[in-house]
């Protein structure tokens, strides 16, 4: 990518429902004694992701890698390929319901 904001970056992605992410972030800070920074992102448009989302305001984990991707300064292309596999696989999800 381009990111000129930083120079080298470790993620750690969870991949869960809002309540079993909470879980698991409390987990880590008590059984590894680290203080997990939090990255707290601000969508500015809804999800595209088919499944029903708790809030309307919350995006789907993939989603939320591409917005912060974005932020740090990647190329607006490798961001729109993130949310076009959210898009490819809502296809997927409804021909499977059509099964």
């Avoid at 990518?1 to 987990?27: E, P, Q």
Wanted: glycine share 4%; hydrophobic share 45%; proline share 3%.
């Amino acid at each position: 990518g381009t990111g000129t904001l930083v120079s080298s970056l470790t993620l750690i992605v969870l991949d869960a429902t809002w309540a079993r992410t909470r879980s698991m972030c409390r987990h880590f800070n008590k059984m590894l004694k680290l203080d997990i920074p939090h990255i707290q992102l601000q969508p500015t448009t809804l999800s595209v992701y088919a499944r029903k989302q708790s809030q309307p305001d919350r995006i789907c984990t993939l989603e939320a890698i591409s917005l912060l991707l974005q932020e740090l300064g990647e190329q607006q292309a490798v961001c729109d390929a993130l949310v076009a596999a959210v898009r490819i696989n809502n296809s997927a999800l409804q021909a499977h319901v059509k099964l």
